[in-house]
């Protein structure tokens, strides 16, 4: 992003400027929000119809509905949850969509923040309620995972 990230940040997800927000990362073209959370730098994750960019092998490509991406990380030990709430002992997402399309995926940290790769551009930590908007949309999917 040309200039201060965080303002550009701030005029895309205008809910940022009320919420606990912190660029951490610079600029980055390489991965994406959904190779970010399955920590992974060095690939763009997307089931792009061409076969381009990674997609897990046994995976339909062309399919960027929120269920599409809840079988992607389902494939991870992710398992649908109710909540968005910090619970020990789990790994959370949640995936943001907007007019049935997949926005977005975001983890939830230790502290209950979350953290995020926005597009091509940085990580952030961030409130869910800080990328609610016309960009992403809403909160449409959470998955939790056991980590021990």
Known sequence: MSGNPEDELI??????RCSH???????DPIYNCVAYVMDDTENWWE??????CYWPHGL????YSPKAYSVLFETFGY??????????GHNKIVIFEKNGIFKHVALQLESGLWTSKIGEYEDITHTL???VGDFYGQVK????????
């Open 79 to 88: 398992k649908t949850d109710s909540s968005d709430q910090l619970e020990k």
């Open 47 to 52: 089931p792009d119809i061409m076969g381009i």
């Open 129 to 131: 309620e800080g990328l």
């Open 11 to 16: 005029r895309i997800f205008p809910m940022l």
């Open 21 to 27: 927000f912190k660029v951490t990362s610079s600029y």
């Open 141 to 148: 999917v959470v998955l939790k995972k056991t980590v021990y």
């Open 60 to 63: 339909p490509r062309g399919d």
